[in-house]
C-alpha cells in the first residue's frame, strides 16, 4: 500500500472516530443526549457571554439546519430545526421566523411539528417551493414510528396571509417512500423542486447513501402530490458517505444575477451541492445537467468528493439556497454550530447560529462560486475607521483602533508587491490546504506571508484568532498559489487541559486555497467578527472560512483587532476600512 493511501486511511479512521465520539463540537449522526435534551433554560440565566450581535440565532436553546428559505409576497421566510426545550439536538421543530429586510427577524409559532405518523419521531430538513396556483409548499423528512425516514409535504392554512403563520400536512402523505431499494434509515432531506416546462413535470432530488456511496435520487412528479423516482439518480460518488441536505440549482455565465431554480435558458451551468455526514464539511461541484436523461455531469475540473470545492472551508454545514426574485439573486444560508462541548451549550443555555445570508454568482472563470454577505447587513455600520497606505515590515502588526472589535465588519486589500521571496509550493500539498496550514501558521516566517488580521486578540496575544494568507509560487509554471486560514488554536485559554469541561476544547484551524493570480498584487479580505463567530471572505468572496471562537479575555472592550505580517517580503495595507456593527432593532424576539 502506498504511502498516500496509508495516510488517507488513517485520516478515514480519524475521522470515523471524531464523528461518532463527537468530539469535534459537531452532533454527529444527530446524536441524542435524552438526559439534556429537555433540559431548558430560562431567559434570565442565559449567557451572553458569546453570544452574536448581528447573526440569526433564538434567545434560547438548539438549533441546527436552516430549512425551506424563501421570500413570498414580499416577505422573507427562514425556517430551521429547532429544539424548544433544551440547548442540544432533540424535540425538533420547523422553528418559524420573518423578517421584511433579512436582517430584523420576528419569531412565529412552529411551523410543522412532529404530529402525525409519517412524522411522529421527528419532523426533519427540506425545502419550500413556490408552485404556480398552489403557492408555498414545504417538503420535508419526517421520521415514522419504526424510524424509517420518508418524505411528506405541508401546505398554508392561508394563502392570502404574507406571514404564512399556520401550516397543514395533508393526510395523504407521505410523498415518496424507500420502497423501491433505497436506504430507509438514510434517506432525507428534499430539494427544492423545479419545474421542467418541455414536460410538465415537477424534479426534486432526495439525499441518501448506499454503503459508503453518496447518492442524490431524483423524483418526478406533474401534480406535485403523487411522485416518481427516476430511473437512475441524478448523480452518486464512491467513498463519500451519506449525501445529506442536497441543493440544486443554476448559475448564470457572465451576468450578476441569480436563476430561478426551474430556467433552462442558454449559458448556464449547475451547482450541485452535498452536506457530507461522515466528515461534517460540505462540498459542491459545476457541471451540465442533462434534462432529457436527468444526469448532471461535473466538469472535471475540481474534484468531486472530500477534495472538492467548498461553499465555506470552516464551520459551515447544512446549507441552503432560494432565489429571491425581489432582487434577482441567490442567497444561502448556513449553519455553524458550537465548538464547545453539550455540557457547555446546556450550561449557557443555547446553541447554534446561522451564518450571514451570502449572494451566489459564478466565478468569471467560471470554474468556482463566489459568495458575498448580503447587502443588506451594511445597514447594520455605524462607526467608521480607515488605514490607508501602511506598510507592513516582517514581524510587526498595527492596531486598527476607534472601534469596537468584538462586533465589527472589517475590509482591508493588501498589497504584496514582489512574489520574489515566495517559498516553492509543494505538489503534494494540492489538495491539502488544512495540512499546509497547520504546518505554517501565522508565526511561521515565510517569504510572502503570512499577512492578515488578527481578531479578538488580547493586547498581549494570550488569546487571538488569525486569519491570514500566505503566497506560495508553482515551481514549475511560476504561478502564485494563495493559501488562506482561520486558525482558533490560540483563540482561548479555556479547554486546554480538559478542566473547564467534560473534554477539551474543539478549537481547529481551517484552510483553502485562493484562485488569485496577484497580477496587480493585491488581494482582499472581509471579515465579519460578532463576538464568537468569524466569517471571512478572501479575495472577493472567492474563499470563505467561517471559525467559531470562546476566548475569555479578548471579549467585549478587551477584543483588539490587528493587521500584520511574519513574512520576510513587507506587505502593504492598501486600504482598511473597519466598522462597528450595530444589533438589529429585532433578532428573532420572542422565539416560541
Known amino acids: 500500500m502506498s504511502a498516500s493511501k496509508i495516510v488517507s486511511l488513517l485520516l478515514l479512521l ?11 463540537g459537531v452532533n454527529a449522526f444527530h446524536k441524542v443526549i435524552k438526559k439534556m435534551q429537555s433540559k431548558s433554560t430560562s431567559l434570565e440565566v442565559v449567557s451572553h457571554l458569546h453570544r452574536t450581535g448581528f447573526h440569526f440565532q433564538p434567545p434560547r436553546h438548539w438549533i441546527n439546519d436552516p430549512n425551506g428559505p424563501m421570500v413570498y409576497k414580499g416577505i422573507y421566510h427562514l425556517f430551521y430545526q429547532y429544539n424548544p426545550k433544551g440547548a442540544v439536538w432533540g424535540n425538533i421543530v420547523w422553528a418559524h421566523s420573518v423578517s421584511k429586510d433579512l436582517i430584523n427577524w420576528e419569531a412565529l409559532e412552529p411551523a410543522i411539528y412532529p404530529s402525525k405518523w409519517f412524522d411522529i419521531n421527528g419532523t426533519w430538513s427540506g425545502s419550500a417551493t413556490n408552485v404556480p396556483g398552489k403557492g408555498p409548499v414545504i417538503l420535508y423528512t419526517g421520521i415514522t414510528e419504526n424510524h424509517t425516514q420518508i418524505q411528506n409535504y405541508a401546505i398554508p392554512q392561508d394563502l392570502s396571509d404574507p406571514y404564512l403563520k399556520k401550516w397543514i400536512k395533508p393526510d395523504d402523505n407521505p410523498i415518496v417512500r424507500p420502497d423501491h431499494g433505497e436506504n430507509g434509515s ?3 432531506d428534499p430539494t427544492t423542486a423545479w419545474f421542467n416546462k418541455k414536460d410538465g413535470h415537477w424534479r426534486m432530488l432526495v439525499g441518501s447513501k448506499n454503503k459508503r456511496r453518496g447518492i442524490a ?3 418526478k412528479s406533474r401534480d406535485f402530490k403523487k411522485w416518481v423516482k427516476t430511473k437512475r439518480p441524478v448523480h452518486t460518488r464512491k467513498a463519500t458517505g451519506m449525501w445529506e441536505c442536497p441543493d440544486f440549482f443554476p448559475v448564470s455565465i457572465g451576468k450578476k444575477t441569480g436563476l430561478d431554480t426551474s430556467y433552462d435558458g442558454p449559458n448556464t451551468k449547475h451547482v ?3 452536506s457530507l455526514d461522515l466528515t461534517r464539511y460540505e462540498y459542491y461541484t459545476l457541471g451540465t445537467y442533462d434534462t432529457k436523461k436527468d444526469r448532471y455531469k461535473p466538469d472535471g475540473t475540481t474534484p468531486d468528493g472530500w477534495d472538492g470545492l467548498r461553499l465555506d472551508y470552516g464551520n459551515f454545514y447544512a446549507s441552503k439556497t432560494f432565489f429571491d426574485d425581489t432582487k434577482n439573486r441567490r442567497i444561502l444560508w448556513g449553519w455553524a454550530n458550537e465548538s464547545d462541548s453539550a455540557v457547555e451549550d446546556t450550561l449557557k443555555g443555547w446553541a447554534g447560529v446561522q451564518l450571514i445570508p451570502r449572494t451566489v454568482l459564478l466565478d468569471s472563470s467560471g470554474k468556482q462560486l463566489v459568495f458575498w454577505p448580503i447587502e443588506e447587513i451594511e445597514s447594520l455600520r455605524g462607526k467608521n475607521v480607515q488605514m490607508n497606505n501602511q506598510k507592513i515590515e516582517m514581524g510587526q502588526r498595527f492596531e486598527v483602533q476607534g472601534i469596537t472589535p468584538a462586533q465589527v465588519d472589517v475590509d482591508v486589500t493588501f498589497n504584496v508587491g514582489s512574489l520574489d521571496k515566495a517559498e516553492t509550493f509543494d505538489a503534494s500539498f494540492a489538495t491539502k490546504p488544512l495540512d499546509l496550514c497547520n504546518l ?6 515565510g517569504g510572502v506571508g503570512p499577512f492578515g488580521l488578527i481578531t479578538l486578540a488580547t493586547s498581549d496575544l494570550q488569546e487571538y484568532t488569525p486569519v491570514f494568507f500566505r ?3 508553482d515551481g514549475t509554471t511560476n504561478k502564485p498559489k494563495v493559501l488562506m486560514c482561520s486558525d482558533a488554536k490560540p483563540s482561548t485559554l479555556k479547554g486546554d487541559t480538559g478542566t473547564d469541561s467534560t473534554e477539551k476544547m474543539y478549537k481547529p484551524s481551517f484552510a483553502g486555497f ?7 498584487g493585491k488581494i482582499s479580505l472581509r471579515s465579519l467578527i460578532d463576538h464568537s463567530v468569524v466569517e471571512s471572505f478572501g479575495a472577493k468572496g472567492k474563499t470563505v472560512i467561517t471559525s467559531r471562537v470562546y476566548p475569555t479575555k479578548a471579549v467585549g472592550d478587551n477584543a483588539h483587532l490587528f493587521v500584520f505580517n511574519n513574512g520576510s517580503q513587507p506587505v502593504t495595507v492598501e486600504s482598511l476600512n473597519a466598522w462597528n456593527m450595530q444589533k438589529p432593532e429585532k433578532m428573532n424576539q420572542g422565539a416560541k
Open 471 to 473: 503566497v506560495f509560487k
Open 14 to 24: 480519524v475521522l470515523i472516530n471524531i464523528s461518532s465520539n463527537d468530539i469535534n
Open 272 to 274: 450541485l451541492k452535498v
Open 440 to 445: 505554517k501558521g501565522s508565526n511561521v516566517t
Open 217 to 219: 435520487y431524483m423524483y
Open 514 to 520: 485562493v484562485d488569485v493570480d496577484l497580477a496587480d
Open 186 to 188: 438514510a434517506f432525507r
